[in-house]
């Protein structure tokens, strides 16, 4: 007689390499500050911003089917609430970065039970609206410069450390530590109970709701959670700029069409999308920067040419091809036969 | 009190442009289940559009609307047949990005072609003109205008849907594409007729637009928001409630501006919003059954 065993793998091979080389990785950026200059600091941040920015749109697009192209909202309130709470409240910037993305996710609940109301495409222009208003109430705002922004005050800055060189490392690595923390978090969070749920929604909202999955909720709590740490971001980028004003903090091209861009070429719902994105995305802005306009063409054009040819983006051509997964979510079954 | 009234009497003419901005969207929702985000800036397109015939012909600012409105559809037409048509389907996300897409696409191509410059066309002494409603009230001319081009095209596009073998092919595919595929019709010819009126709706409120105000490679968006606010409060699928959206948003607008000017954009933002809140599917649902 002859019984079957199993075994249930999480991983493979390639993923447990994937994850040797995500932590080296890791462990050679934050050691940066000793083998890289300021400029190339600068750029290792930004691309973590941008790596967070891409992984949190992604969970919200791609995952819990909740395409907001108005997530610049909670990028420049996150900013506008550092400031505020450096300013007024006397609270440490680096403090104010967590503080912000808790006041983010509370501000994010009426917001969602507003656009919530609002179903598909109509939810992205609405949530394009709420920061419409955002930006415009912060514009209202004279204690925080109005129309025109405001800095942040030279001994606040200068109450983080003494020596700017100390200074710039802080904040590079609360940088990295968001940008990281965000694709550990997310990955950590979709081998989860929840995160299943979520990749059900993902695959059918009508099938993950006959199985019991309370969709409202988890959308819900996935919109807060998202918006939460996109008000964290927020805050790190304009704590990095020292400025902030309703027209950067709010721009839809910053924090919007380039996430945007960024997930759908790299794959929208892989984990491993918008880290191919973001790589991609630099790359291309190192290559075009000097193009001005046409490059921001040439990245809408990749975009449009990608999710009509691909949808499944750069990533998706190449895990099919070679049935690979570097941050597998799923359990494979492995059947070993037994006398 | 005059100044009140006149404030209205505004955000009324002014509410004929928002329904305008918002028919061209509502249209092609209705139709095809497609949320168009470059909206906004094929309006400000046909606006640039518009500008360069009058330089180049130097035909008076209203007629450029025999070449933009023309222009403008077949654009419609063939980038429905090209690229949009391929994104439809149950998944939101393709139309939506690619759309999204062509929206900075739009916005930088014609901030490399016309620079950020903010533009206008002059249309002349029409501009300035006005006719008094009663004392201290004055309309002006090319509000007045606007609204009744807007009056007109609405209700034509109300006609066409309901009166016409078109319009009952639009409610056909509308209603059930496949169905209508079996009675014959071209889904994909439909799909492109809907976005070519669309965009015939589009280039006369681009003219109209940009007869009214300062135009720049950027207005788009903001263009798009106000079509969109327009479209939900009126009621979706709903052209006639369309034209009320727009009015509702417009009288919002001048009155805000009225109270204190940095108040115009909110005013009008809190309006949507009050709606949203109390009436989820707004003013005027369309009927169904």
């Known amino acids: ?339 | 009190m005059t100044e009140w009234i006149n404030a209205v009497l505004q955000g009324v003419l002014l509410g004929g442009l928002y329904a305008l901005f918002a028919a061209g969207l509502s249209l092609i929702f209705g139709v095809m289940r497609l949320v168009n985000i470059a909206h906004g800036d094929l309006i400000v397109l046909a606006a640039f559009i518009a500008l360069a015939v009058i330089d180049v012909t130097g035909i008076p600012a209203l007629a450029s609307f025999v070449v933009v409105v023309p222009a403008m559809a077949i654009l419609g037409y063939a980038l429905q047949r090209a690229v949009l048509n391929r994104t439809l389907g149950p998944d939101i996300l393709p139309p939506l990005l690619v759309t999204f897409g062509l929206s900075v696409i739009i916005q930088n191509g014609l901030l490399e072609l016309f620079t950020a410059d903010s533009r206008r066309i002059n249309a002349g002494a029409i501009e300035v003109a006005s006719f008094p409603l009663a004392a201290g009230v004055n309309i002006g001319v090319l509000p007045a205008i606007t609204f009744i081009i807007a009056v007109a095209v609405i209700g034509g596009l109300q006609l066409l849907f309901y009166r016409t073998a078109l319009g009952r092919a639009f409610r056909a595919t509308s209603d059930d594409r496949e169905v209508a595929q079996l009675m014959g019709l071209d889904n994909r010819h439909i799909y492109g007729l809907a976005m070519a009126l669309s965009l015939a709706v589009v280039a006369v409120a681009g003219i109209l637009l940009a007869v009214r105000t300062n135009f720049d490679p950027a207005a788009g968006p903001a263009r798009l928001i106000f079509g969109f606010e327009a479209v939900i409060i009126g009621g979706l699928g709903n052209l006639w409630g369309t034209l009320i959206g727009g009015i509702i948003l417009g009288v919002a607008q001048t009155v805000g501006a009225r109270i204190d000017p940095g108040w115009q954009l909110l005013a009008g933002h809190f309006a949507f919003v009050t709606v949203l809140v109390l009436r989820p599917n707004g003013l005027f649902p369309r009927m169904t059954g």
């Open chain 1, 1 to 339: 007689m002859t019984a079957s065993a199993f075994t249930i793998e999480r991983s493979t091979p390639a993923s447990r390499l994937a994850m040797l080389a995500a932590m080296l990785t890791l462990v050679v950026l934050v050691l940066a500050p000793w083998w890289a200059n300021r400029a190339d600091l600068r750029l290792i941040g930004e691309i973590a911003t941008y790596l967070a920015l891409a992984s949190l749109w992604n969970l919200l697009a791609g995952y819990a089917g909740l395409v907001s192209v108005g997530q610049q909202a909670y990028v420049g309130f996150g900013g506008y609430m550092l400031f505020a709470l450096a300013m007024f409240g006397g609270i440490n910037p680096l403090f104010a970065i967590p503080l912000a993305g808790v006041l983010g996710a509370i501000i994010a609940a009426p917001v969602a039970l507003l656009v919530f109301r609002l179903q598909g495409a109509y939810f992205a222009i609405g949530t394009w609206v709420v920061a419409e208003v955002f930006r415009l109430l912060f514009s209202q705002v004279s204690a925080l410069g109005g129309g025109s922004g405001t800095s942040l005050p030279v001994d606040l800055v200068r109450s983080i450390a003494s020596g700017r060189d100390l200074r710039e490392m802080l904040v590079y690595w609360a940088t990295l530590a968001l940008g990281a923390g965000t694709v550990i978090g997310i990955y950590a969070l979709l081998r989860s109970r929840r995160g299943l749920a979520l990749t059900a929604i993902r695959d059918s909202e009508s099938a993950a709701q006959s199985l019991g999955i309370d969709i409202w909720r988890t959308k819900l709590t996935v919109y807060l959670l998202v918006a939460g740490a996109t008000s964290m971001v927020g805050a790190i980028i304009f704590f990095q700029k020292l400025r902030i004003s309703p027209d950067a903090a709010f721009s839809v091209n910053d924090w919007t069409a380039f996430v945007i861009f960024i997930t759908v070429i790299g794959g929208i719902g892989t984990i491993e999308g918008p880290i191919i994105g973001t790589l991609v995305f630099f790359l291309l802005r190192e290559l075009l920067a000097d193009l001005g306009t046409l490059y921001l063409m040439i990245l809408g054009l990749v975009a449009v040419l990608v999710m009509l040819k691909a949808p499944h983006g750069l990533w998706g051509l190449l895990a099919n091809r070679l049935n690979l997964s570097l941050f597998p979510v799923g359990r494979r079954l492995k059947i070993t036969s037994k006398e």
